[in-house]
């Protein structure tokens, strides 16, 4: 008879109640943004949902922008194999250099 023991996330009531609460915590926000009275700098700045709406925007924009640049940062998933590959042949090519053990959890492990 073996229990796993379930992790808290990976019970969907448990997300579901999560959920909730953080929904219950943006409406509340939300409300209280008619009732509290701010000292603001710009006019755009009193209008009710402002900066829940400017933070969304910010977060879209940087969603964008992090898959903008995806397309010249991200790197083939064996691309720190390959270079490992390449070093090791150097270094047996190498004249009077012994070869290495290749480290901990390495190719000679598979």
């Keep these: 008879m073996s229990v796993e023991k379930q992790a808290f996330f990976d019970n969907p009531n448990n997300i579901r109640w999560m959920l909730r609460i953080f929904y219950s915590i943006c409406a ?8 509290i009275h ?3 700098e710009f006019r755009w700045e009193s209008l009710p949902g402002f900066y829940p709406m400017y933070g ?4 879209v924009i940087l969603v964008f922008a992090a898959k903008w ?3 010249f940062l991200m790197r083939p998933e064996d691309y720190y194999d ?7 042949t150097a270094d047996e090519q190498g004249q009077g ?11 000679a492990d598979v």
């Design 28 to 35: 509340l926000l939300f409300a209280m943004d008619f009732v």
């Design 38 to 40: 701010r000292h603001t």
């Design 56 to 59: 969304f925007v910010g977060c």
């Design 69 to 71: 640049m995806r397309t």
């Design 82 to 88: 390959k270079r490992e590959l390449t070093d090791n």
């Design 97 to 107: 250099h012994a070869p290495t053990a290749p480290a901990a959890g390495g190719p």
